[in-house]
């Protein structure tokens, strides 16, 4: 079926997807990080100490355990529908998450919203993109999106001019946002891959897919790789690309760091993450997943330390900068290992199942950095002692099959079920 369905040249409905699902990732990574900067603005709403918020973090993100049981239906029917579903409950919800009236309801919603999360953009590239272009589309998609993030510094300048300012801005940006969607998402059409695995699951009378079914035998290893990179780059994310604002501000605060000095300057330093999912895709499809993610992986070990260490304001905003750059390239490149390896009729379901097991940091992490900074340990011990993670990355990645520029179906037969010779 892999030359079938294959799309051997590029078409308009192709540009069409990169401008629709790079807006979809505009409005998806400005939520993210706003998030990580109004965290201390957020605390002060409610009254609670800034250090809470990994607990909190870690509480919301248990919804992501059921988000498989949703995942999963885009296998059953289809990608579009649900992509459109999802899209529209995690946004409206959001809309009543930030208008919370306290730190419960917040909570609450925020562990709602988690339910929610359907993640379909690396899939339907995946299923629609010729292949030689897979990666670097991919990273076109997030380097554009990430432009969201530059628009959240900006707005986050502005934070201290109210005590709910971060509930305005963040309407001012959703609801827009929201309606864009709904109006780019009737041109989209349902992949070819998927049209054509339901028409077999019609002759063969099989009317879903099996939600359990990348724990077959066959799958085990590199679904288990797979879900421990993505545990791997979860863990990463929320050391120092999480959590920078606090560090910056209550234990580097001597040296002018304040909301509108750090709102302007990640401005800068998010040119930096643009910068580098550009390159990801790029580089994922030149040179391989693999030295992509070892060389990007060991930047930023190199970057998280000197971030860390070093008590100087230009050299602090110059890791950062490194930070962000080097993880928007492997963060791409894993995600895109995520999606290759997988049958058409159970990518979706894969995807959410290692978004689950993979996103654990999420919830695991979080409640470990909670507990240290109960006892007593700084934002910047933590980043230190979490630090090891680029590394068994790298380790990691040496274990997984070179993918590049290979159709989705060569990648199944040669690496699941071993019908091509290595």
């Not at 709904?182 to 049209?195: A, C, D, G, T, Y």
């Not at 590199?222 to 999480?242: A, H």
């Not at 930096?272 to 992509?292: E, Q, V």
Request: some cysteine; charged content about 15%.
């Amino acid at each position: 079926m892999g030359n079938e369905v294959e799309a051997k040249e590029w078409i308009g409905y192709h540009t069409y997807l990169i401008i629709f699902l790079s807006i979809v990732n505009f409005f998806t990574i400005f939520s993210v990080v706003y998030g990580g900067l109004t965290m201390n603005n957020v605390a002060k709403s409610f009254g609670i100490s800034v250090t809470i918020i990994p607990l909190i973090t870690s509480i919301m993100g248990i919804g992501m355990v059921f988000s498989i049981i949703f995942q999963n239906q885009a296998d059953r029917f289809g990608r579009k529908k649900i992509m459109f579903v999802f899209y529209m409950l995690i946004h409206i919800n959001g809309i009543f998450f930030i208008l919370s009236p306290n730190i419960i309801i917040y909570t609450i919603l925020g562990f709602v919203g988690s339910t929610f999360g359907v993640n379909l953009i690396n899939v339907i590239i995946s299923e629609e993109i010729p292949a030689r272009y897979r990666g670097t589309i991919i990273g076109i998609v997030q380097g554009i999106g990430m432009s969201g993030s530059i628009l959240a510094a900006f707005l986050s300048t502005f934070l201290s001019y109210s005590p709910d300012m971060w509930r305005d801005i963040y309407l001012s940006v959703d609801i827009p946002g929201t309606i864009i969607f709904s109006i780019l998402w009737l041109w989209m059409k349902e992949p070819k891959r998927f049209q054509k695995e339901k028409e077999i699951k019609l002759i063969k009378e099989k009317s879903r897919s099996e939600i359990f079914a990348v724990f077959q035998p066959k799958y085990i290893r590199i679904f288990s790789l797979s879900c421990s990179l993505v545990f791997s780059v979860s863990f990463i994310y929320i050391t120092i690309k999480r959590y920078f604002k606090p560090f910056l501000l209550d234990e580097r605060g001597y040296l002018g760091f304040n909301d509108a000095t750090v709102g302007f300057w990640m401005i800068f330093i998010y040119l930096g993450s643009i910068i580098g999912y550009y390159l990801s895709g790029y580089l994922a499809d030149k040179i391989g997943r693999r030295k992509t993610i070892y060389i990007s992986a060991f930047i930023y070990f190199i970057f998280n330390i000197t971030f860390v260490i070093i008590q100087i304001d230009w050299v602090i905003l110059l890791s950062l900068l490194g930070v962000n750059a080097s993880f928007s390239i492997f963060f791409i490149t894993v995600n895109i290992y995520a999606v290759e390896f997988y049958s058409t009729k159970e990518r979706a379901t894969a995807l959410g199942w290692i978004t689950i097991i993979g996103n654990a940091p999420w919830v695991l992490g979080n409640f470990l950095i909670s507990l240290l900074l109960g006892f007593g340990l700084s934002w910047g011990a933590i980043f230190l002692l979490f630090s090891f993670f680029p590394i068994l990355l790298i380790v990691l990645t040496k274990l997984m099959p070179e993918t590049k520029k290979l159709v989705l179906e060569d990648i199944h037969e040669k690496y699941v079920e071993k019908k091509i010779g290595n």
